[in-house]
């Protein structure tokens, strides 16, 4: 029997009336995945990149997430075609790839997305969870329809050079990294700075001009929602691991702090 794969993270942003939001799942952990996939929120951001995500692990976090109603977008660690090639095989249909620069950047990630002659990558839809092993009809022809792309800004040559990647054909949003770019502009540590923020918004209006939609990671409760109210049309709220620190911390400061176990009596 035939079978068809899910929507893209491009059409769940173009079928919402609403910003979507999403979280990072940095743990690898399959059951941390699963728990956040149940949440309630619209999207997963499963990291590669700065955690030691391997391509085993993607697999079993695209498998735990499939039973829920969530969109995973894999974050690639690098602009690689092999990792890139390997990743969609797997059966990642959405990908952040980080470090976009330029728009020959972008267009070389949207190469590695799609099959000759449109780009690059290789065929083996028969071998992979891709395609389901040769049981989603027409994937080949159509394997543009199953995988979307979005390029991460996270530099000032970035951010110079916005609205041409916006512009490239493939790219399907642009996401900004305040973190990376902070420190791209001297202010490492200060993503709230004035001036990251203004880099920020810059990206913002040249996707908008361009028809692009785009997205921003903002932990902070009140930067997210001054980012949605900027016009963001996806925000990463917050990470696994985040969540599981600051949570401790709380338990720690209030059961395990000098003092925690004096108790009034009465």
């Known amino acids: 029997m035939p079978l068809r794969l899910n929507p893209t993270f491009r059409a769940a942003l173009a079928a919402s009336d609403r910003p979507l939001a999403g979280m990072w799942v940095c743990s690898g952990s399959p059951v941390a995945a699963e728990i956040a996939a149940g949440s309630g929120l619209d999207w997963l951001l499963l990291d590669m990149e700065h955690s030691a995500t391997s391509l085993e692990t993607v697999l079993v976090l695209l498998q735990v997430t499939a039973a829920y109603p969530v969109t995973p977008v894999v974050r690639v660690p690098w602009n690689d075609p092999v990792v890139i090639k390997q990743v969609l095989d797997l059966g990642a249909q959405n990908l952040i790839v980080p470090m976009v620069s330029s728009a020959d950047e972008a267009r070389a990630a949207v190469a590695a997305t799609r099959y000759p002659p449109a ?8 071998l992979a969870r891709s395609a389901r092993w040769n049981r989603v009809d027409g994937y080949l022809t159509g394997a543009t329809e199953h995988v979307s792309l979005t390029v991460q800004i996270e530099t000032t040559a970035g951010v110079a050079a916005a609205a041409e990647i916006a512009a ?7 996401f900004v990294g305040p973190s990376d770019l902070s420190a791209s502009m001297g202010l490492l540590g200060r993503q709230s700075h004035p001036d990251v923020v203004a880099a920020v918004h810059a990206v913002f209006a040249a996707c908008r001009d361009a028809g692009t939609p785009v997205g921003v990671n903002a932990f902070d409760p009140a930067v997210a929602e001054a980012y949605l109210d900027a016009g963001a049309d996806f925000v990463a709220v917050g990470a696994d691991v985040a969540l599981l620190a600051r949570a401790s911390e709380a338990l720690a400061q209030r059961f395990a702090a000098p003092g925690s176990g004096e108790r009034a009596s009465y």
């Open 119 to 126: 780009g690059i990558r290789g065929v083996g839809s028969a």
């Open 168 to 174: 490239v054909e493939g790219v399907d949003a642009v």
